[in-house]
């Protein structure tokens, strides 16, 4: 499982990065933001393109888990 690490990014680089692994085929990765517009920015792309979106926030990190619907 690919995991992007987005963190200190600014939008939209963390969307960019995740559409990158998207267009790739990947049917699951792992993102890790540490902005709450970069993660509500990366689960609103996943969900658009039919991934389930998984997020656990661990201090001020974000882990979203992406998995093919």
Request: hydrophobic share 45%.
């Amino acid at each position: 499982m690919l995991i992007v690490d987005a963190r200190g990014l600014l939008c939209p680089e963390p969307v960019v990065r995740t559409q990158r692994a998207v267009k790739d085929g990947l049917s699951e990765l792992t993102v890790l933001v540490d902005a709450e517009a970069a993660k509500e920015n990366v689960t609103r792309f996943a969900a658009s393109r039919g991934y389930a979106v998984s997020v656990k926030q661990e201090g001020a990190d974000y882990t979203l888990s992406l998995s093919q619907a």
